[in-house]
């Protein structure tokens, strides 16, 4: 059976807080509690062009709110501050496997923390590199834009990428939640749940137009 025509899953979704307005982090954090997640985007300005922000701003979240902190790790050699992030409040954290030498060990760690293990890698990077870890993680994020901005624009061929790690993971018999980020609106949802994505992650498209509640509310009427 194809992808396409399985059954449907619950689809998950992760508004991205990059998109939000940091000077009402909590009131932002508020907009989307009828989400599934917070995806919290950490950059260190090493592994990606970028520097977003860290540790205090995760801390604060979790202050803030009670909703899944899944924690987007963009950070070379992400090992060393896996306990840092965990302390801080994430209850998932995804790392790039081109920011390790020991993805697998990696992975490892971030399950002795007790926590929600992701596995990443951006659009120019084969498939076949997180193919050894996908039994031992919890979730499997598809990099659908260059990592380190919001706001641009989805490329195509990150689709097929969808299907075939969906391939993969049934193959397993996997319950890893296949997870979409970049590019991602309620225009081109639709396509990533039929391809076999269970988790889509959206910053402008859920903080842009209207604000937070009216972006969420356009997801469901796409998802409907
Ligand atoms: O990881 C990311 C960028 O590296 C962000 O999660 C992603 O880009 C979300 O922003 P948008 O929905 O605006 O593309
Ligand atoms: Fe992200």
């Keep these: 059976m194809t992808a396409d025509a399985a059954a449907p899953r ?32 950490v950059m260190d300005g090493s592994f990606v062009p970028n520097i977003s922000f ?17 924690v987007h790790l963009m950070v070379d050699r992400p090992e060393r501050y896996l306990r840092d992030f965990a302390d801080a409040g994430a209850d998932g954290l995804t790392v790039h496997v081109e920011a390790t030498p020991h993805i697998h060990r990696t992975v490892q760690q971030i399950r002795e923390l007790g926590k929600r293990a992701g596995v990443t890698l951006n659009p120019g990077t084969p498939l076949e590199a997180v193919r050894p870890v996908l039994a031992d993680v919890d979730l499997v994020l598809v990099m ?7 706001g ?26 296949l997870q979409v980020d970049g590019g991602v609106t309620s225009q081109n949802a639709r396509a990533m749940v039929h391809a076999g994505a269970t988790c889509l992650v959206a910053g402008s498209a859920v903080y842009g137009e209207g604000g937070a509640q009216a972006g969420l509310e356009r997801f469901r009427e796409a998802l409907k």
């Design 10 to 41: 619950p689809v998950k979704l992760a508004p991205s807080l990059l998109a939000c307005d940091f000077s009402r982090l909590g009131d932002e954090l508020r907009a989307i509690e009828g989400a599934d997640w917070a995806h919290v985007d």
């Design 144 to 150: 659908s834009v260059n990592p380190g901005f919001g």
């Design 54 to 70: 860290g540790l205090p701003i995760l801390a604060a979240a979790r202050r803030a709110s009670p909703l899944f902190m899944d």
């Design 152 to 177: 641009q624009k989805f490329i195509p061929a990150s689709l097929e990428r969808i299907r075939t790690l969906r391939r993969w993971l049934d193959e397993l018999d996997s319950p890893a939640e």
